[in-house]
């Protein structure tokens, strides 16, 4: 007897997958309130996790870490373990250096940590499961974490600590549908190369949560990156990686007068560059830049100004930043309290990005910008990446391109503006302001070479790729999602 088999179901491009994620992003960002979570309860809840433990952040001498030490030849300091992560030298020639280049401390990891958020559709919107963690180096100790926020000597067990909750939906093929599976940096000029894996899995089940977890749709995320200090480094890179390009046929139908929403959305809108001409920019920018990375034994740095102490490695000026010793304590982590080194920024940095409109389509933008700790020279960067301090007073460097369009520019212009914090895990109360300005009408189109116009759903797309867009960048990305 004949028996009629089930017809395959057709295969799905990466294209077409994306897309139809697109769409359910675009719900869940459309959707501001949750019963899972009411929205006017997220802070309150935010605060009672910080309550309920006990935590400390002390900075102490560097002679007062536990299992860390100077080595003998050339200084670096290391854990005793060999994991986790140095303090090393870095001697850098790069375009715009002074000649014989520049050296400085540098923070190195070669190995990749998880970034990941669990997702599930409640009610018919997609939610995503976000963590009140504490990290040290946090200006407020606990902001909204992903799901799982681990380095790979969290996961392997180097650090002796309690078992990380969900980790197994990222780790177990089978488990969960990818939504988002990227390696993408960090900040280039503390990190010598560090990438992380940033991850977004579906899972169609119930699960067990706890206090410090919760499920929100994108909406009320949004809102929350509205304030100053609630979403984390993390959660911001991830979510940045959310596809949004093709998300309907008219996706930008509605109150759209801000054009944020075809910007993402709609692919087919009028653009500048086509992507090809976009690559092509970027390999040849990547081709013809200088960038020579050669780790040096810590003590080394001392030759550009960097003043040694029992408790801080400073740089002379007093700009750029500091390496400092802490002594932290946290109830709620997978270890009750360790001792580590980390970077204390001098100064804020102010990260923004010009938006204006072109062939009328909204339009960012970025430069191709050369940092110390690149792995591949160069990645897309806001407008303006800079420390405006560093650009006024004695021994002021110049002014970047474009940095008094933005400090200028009259407040009705600054479309979104806030504080965020960095990644608190390695830098100590390091913030900067982000901001997203509208450029006036007679902005010129013409840009200097490392320079161009590209849409959010452009770089949304880059986004699928590791290496192309720098964390300041994804910040920006998701920060503009509040504007529609």
Not at 93 to 104: E, I, K, M, S, V
Request: proline share 7%; hydrophobic share 40%.
């Amino acid at each position: 007897m004949l028996v009629d088999l089930p017809t395959p179901a057709a295969p799905v491009s990466f294209a077409e997958d994306r897309a139809r994620t697109a769409g359910r992003v675009l719900l869940s960002a459309r959707t501001p309130e949750s019963a899972a979570m009411p929205a006017d309860l997220v802070r309150p809840w935010l605060a009672e996790q910080a309550r309920r433990g006990e935590y400390r952040v002390t900075p102490v001498p560097f002679s007062l870490l536990r299992g860390w030490h100077f080595e003998e030849d050339g200084g670096n300091l290391r854990h005793e373990s060999g994991r986790f992560f140095s303090v090393e030298g870095l001697h850098v020639t790069a375009d715009g250096l002074p000649p014989g280049g520049r050296r400085q401390p540098i923070i190195v990891q070669p190995e990749v940590g998880l970034l990941g958020i669990v997702a599930r559709e409640i009610d018919g919107v997609l939610h995503f499961l976000m963590q009140a963690k504490m990290e040290p180096g946090n200006i407020n100790s606990f902001q909204l974490s992903p799901t799982v926020q681990a380095t790979r000597s969290n996961f392997t067990g180097v650090h002796r600590g309690r078992r990380i909750p969900f980790l197994d939906l990222f780790l177990e093929r089978g488990r969960s549908r990818v939504l988002v599976d990227v390696l993408q940096s960090e900040q280039a000029d503390w990190f010598l190369a560090k990438r992380n894996r940033n991850m977004i899995v579906e899972i169609d089940e119930d699960v067990e949560t706890g206090e410090e977890f919760r499920w929100l749709t994108l909406g009320q995320l949004l809102r929350l990156l509205r304030l100053d200090n609630v979403v984390n480094m993390d959660s911001r890179s991830v979510l940045a990686c959310l596809p949004t390009a093709g998300a309907g046929p008219r996706a930008a139908d509605g109150p759209d007068d801000t054009g944020v929403l075809r910007s993402f959305h709609d692919p087919a809108a009028p653009s500048v560059h086509g992507m090809s001409e976009i690559l092509s920019w970027l390999t040849g920018v990547r081709a013809v830049r200088e960038l020579d990375q050669r780790r040096v034994p810590l003590r080394e740095v001392e030759e550009d100004g960097w003043l040694f102490s029992g408790t801080e490695i400073g740089h002379r000026s007093g700009r750029r930043f500091r390496v400092i010793g802490a002594d932290v304590a946290a109830s709620n982590r997978e270890v009750g309290s360790w001792t580590q080194p980390m970077i204390q920024p001098q100064v804020p940095g102010l990260m923004a990005l010009l938006v204006k409109r072109i062939r009328g389509t909204l339009h960012a933008l970025v430069q191709a910008r050369v940092d110390v700790g690149h792995l591949n020279v160069a990645e897309l960067a806001p407008t303006v990446h800079c420390r405006p301090a560093d650009h006024t007073g004695p021994g002021r460097e110049p002014f970047p391109p474009f940095l008094a369009d933005v400090l200028t520019a009259p407040a009705e212009r600054f479309r979104y503006d806030g504080v965020q914090s960095e990644e608190g895990g390695r830098f100590y109360h390091a913030e900067n302001r982000y901001a997203v300005v509208e450029a006036p009408d007679d902005f010129p189109e013409e840009l200097p070479a490392d320079y161009a116009w590209l849409t959010f759903a452009q770089l949304t797309e880059l986004l699928a790729h590791g290496n192309y867009l720098n964390v300041e960048l994804r910040t920006l990305v998701v920060c503009a999602h509040t504007l529609y």
